[in-house]
């Protein structure tokens, strides 16, 4: 069973970035629609970002022109790469096949300062 590992949260100011990472322990980021997935406290997980096999990304309005979705493939690694970060980005993030979600990893916390 392939295993996800979340890393590189943390807390930050309202302004600052910070980069998520997710790592596979097999190639399942390289064949398969990835997606980063946040829950905040009190609400719904939710999808806020996703990678195609052929690279094509999609994000939630909510995160659009701040968040870079990425991965590499020789690594069997996904990114999230977080700029101006706001408050209500808060939450703990997660990675998951986007299109067939399979068990969650634990996630790792962001947290944002105002």
């Known amino acids: 069973q392939v295993q996800l590992v979340e890393s590189g949260g943390g807390l930050v100011r309202a302004g600052g970035s910070l980069r998520l990472s997710c790592a596979a322990s097999?190639?399942?980021?390289?064949?398969?629609?990835m997606g980063w997935f946040r829950q905040a406290p009190g609400k719904q997980r939710e999808l806020v970002a996703q990678?195609?096999?052929?690279?094509?990304?999609t994000y939630a309005d909510s995160v659009k022109g701040r968040f870079t979705i990425s991965r590499d493939n020789a690594k069997n690694t996904m990114y999230l790469q977080m700029n101006s970060l706001k408050p209500e980005d808060t939450g703990v993030y997660y990675c998951?096949?986007?299109?067939?979600?399979?068990?969650w990893g634990q996630g790792t916390q962001v947290t944002v300062s105002s």
């Open positions: 998951n096949n986007a299109v067939r979600i399979g068990s």
């Open positions: 097999g190639s399942i980021i390289s064949i398969n629609t």
């Open positions: 990678i195609n096999v052929f690279g094509t990304r």
